[in-house]
Nanobody, 120 residues
Framework: QVQLVESGGGLVQPGGSLRLSCAAS????????MGWYRQAPGKQRELVAS???????NYADSVKGRFTISRDNAKNTVYLQMNSLKPEDTAVYYC??????????????WGQGTQVTVSS
């Protein structure tokens, strides 16, 4: 089995910072792209940022210049550094990983989600 475990969410004031982490574990052969998504109440889940195994990144326009995605391939972990947070960043944040399992079957796994609330 493969699982993704997220951490680092919480309550922060506008203008503040948070760092999310997501660690993948289990019967993993290799992880291709890892990403962060978010879902606010009443809205669809949307891509926040993604990063390939080679380090190429992609960001939603709404977070460019404020959020930074990174990963540690040796630890199968992806991070999201969030700076200059705004109330509209409030959402449940999910990580995902596009990977090959040990049995060489492709899988797309999701974390359980972590709440980020930006409020004064």
């Amino acid at each position: 089995q493969v699982q993704l475990v997220e951490s680092g969410g919480g309550l922060v004031q506008p203008g503040g910072s948070l760092r999310l982490s997501c660690a993948a574990s289990g019967r993993i052969f290799v992880i291709s792209t890892m990403g962060w998504y978010r879902q606010a109440p009443g809205k669809q889940r949307e891509l926040v940022a993604s990063i390939t195994s080679g380090g190429s990144t992609n960001y939603a326009d709404s977070v460019k210049g404020r959020f930074t995605i990174s990963r540690d391939n040796a630890k199968n972990t992806v991070y999201l550094q969030m700076n200059s947070l705004k109330p509209e960043d409030t959402a449940v944040y999910y990580c995902n990983a596009d990977l090959l399992r040990i049995d060489r079957n492709r899988d797309l796994k999701w974390g359980q989600g972590t709440q980020v609330t930006v409020s004064s």
